[in-house]
């Protein structure tokens, strides 16, 4: 049991399942949140970055470059650690992707703190958000121990917006599970 302070950009809000595929019982929903998220940071020149996380996927091309950095939650601030001052984005209803820009932060008017990301002047950093189950699974492609299950998959294709009919067995997750890395492939760097 964690946080529930961002959004994975695959699964949502990082939410743990209990599989009974194996034992032929239902999958059910265990716990919401996770300690850790794993973030691709896109640094772009000022007059080239996207306007909005709609347009990120169709700019992230123009990126100057991109850095994947762990990040942990801190329980005494609050916060992710380096602090990207998530709370002032995540703790109202901003953040329905997990993808968004740092802003920067204010004094008295952003809640949370400071951002301890060295960001350079005349750039801006636009951030994607992955819990640590969805990033080796569906960025890195390597398989984790177990597939995921059929529950916590229907709530990917429930928050990317994918269709799930076809998935009813263990047999039928191998092809579902590609079209989601084919999807999260939109918002990687371009090779």
Known sequence: MGVHDYRCSVCGPPTSYTCGEKTGEECEEEGMGDDQAILDLFFFAEGESPEDPASFEQHRGRARRMETRPYGYDWGDWEFVPSLNYRD???????????????????????????????PEGERVWVVNYCPTCHPVFVE????????????????????????EGVRTSADKPAFIEAVRAKVALRRPLS
Not at 90 to 98: A, Q, S
Not at 141 to 163: F, H, T, V
């Open 89 to 119: 984005l995540l703790m109202g209803g901003g953040d329905d992707t997990g993808v968004w820009c740092i802003e920067p932060y204010e004094e008295g008017v952003s809640d949370g703190g400071p951002v301890s990301l060295e960001i």
């Open 141 to 164: 492609g390597r398989r984790s121990g177990d597939e995921p299950c059929l529950e916590y998959l229907r709530a990917i294709a429930e928050n990317l917006g994918m269709d799930f």
